[in-house]
């Protein structure tokens, strides 16, 4: 039986697993398998936080799974970060920084940062950011190529801006396009992910 390889736009407040075998678990949280019918074997390639949106690559095909989790292949994310990003904090993010990573501090990898004159276009999150009135926020586009626990929002974090929202949009050359929270699109196959210098200059409207 031939593989089969999916886009799923996560939404906020999901697991990135298809079931859970913790009963109480079970019955407090939501899991990817209540957005789609997907077939027996079907893998997340890597993974987002609860909290996290966005791109999410699932698979039948392990040796798909190996091939878009390799170190060269870049995952673009947008950060909403509580506080308007100084170019100090750019430079420390592009750097790498210093994060706690089971229970021990790593230094990032090198990453591609760049500020957002203005909010992208996302679709509404499903639990309000915050009020206006607690300050301004700014939006970053980071690019990395590693993929820590949680380590977005460490970076932010460490760098002075924690992060509010976050949404992944890229995973080497595919985008999350048109998809919406929950939308799911089943693919013929996944182009060879890779480092891609010009995808943030051509990236598409989302």
């Not at 936080?49 to 095909?61: A, R």
């Not at 989790?69 to 995952?75: A, I, M």
């Not at 790593?106 to 607690?134: C, F, M, N, S, W």
């Amino acid at each position: 039986m031939p593989h089969q390889h999916f886009l799923l736009y996560k939404p906020f407040g999901y697991l990135s697993q298809f079931v859970s075998e913790n009963a109480r678990e079970a019955r407090k949280k939501k899991f990817l398998g209540e957005l789609h019918e997907f077939p027996e074997g079907t893998m997340a390639i890597g993974r987002l936080d609860e909290d996290s949106e966005g791109l999410l690559l699932l698979t039948t095909d392990g040796r798909v799974s190996e091939r878009v989790r390799r170190k060269d292949v870049e995952k673009e994310y947008y950060a909403q970060v509580d506080g308007l990003l100084t170019d100090e904090a750019v430079t420390q993010l592009q750097q790498g920084i210093e994060i706690a990573h089971r229970s021990v501090l790593y230094q990032t990898l090198p990453a591609r940062v760049r500020r957002l004159e203005q909010a992208p276009e996302l679709p509404p999150r499903g639990r309000k950011i915050r009020d206006d009135r607690h300050g301004p926020t700014s939006w970053v586009s980071l690019i990395v190529t590693e993929g820590k626990f949680r380590q977005i929002r460490k970076m932010t974090a460490a760098a002075g801006f924690p992060t509010l929202r976050l949404v992944r949009v890229r995973v080497g050359t595919i985008w999350l396009g048109g998809l919406g929270p929950g939308d799911v699109q089943e693919v013929a196959d996944f182009a060879l992910p890779g480092p891609d210098p010009a995808a943030t200059a051509a990236q598409p409207s989302i």
